[in-house]
């Protein structure tokens, strides 16, 4: 899965071209190497998002093309923010 996808299923960001703009700003990092929208994800990959006001790291647990909202959270672990 795209990561511009796993962020908008996952519910980190609401629409996926405010994550398609966060990766082409640098504000999106993969696995210590900045991410393109279309950079392909798996689990067990550490992602890294610089908001304004801080940086949220976590870690991808599991990868759905569709899901719950109740369920999103279940999909990545939050290791930092």
Known sequence: MRIDKFLKVSRILK?????????????????????????????????????????????ILEIKEVVKKDEAASLYEIIDN
């Open 15 to 59: 629409r996926r071209t405010v994550a398609r703009e966060a990766c082409d700003g640098g504000k999106v990092v993969i696995n210590g190497k900045d991410a393109k929208p279309s950079h392909p994800v798996k689990a067990g990959d550490v992602v890294e998002i610089d908001y304004a006001s801080g940086v949220l790291k976590f870690k």
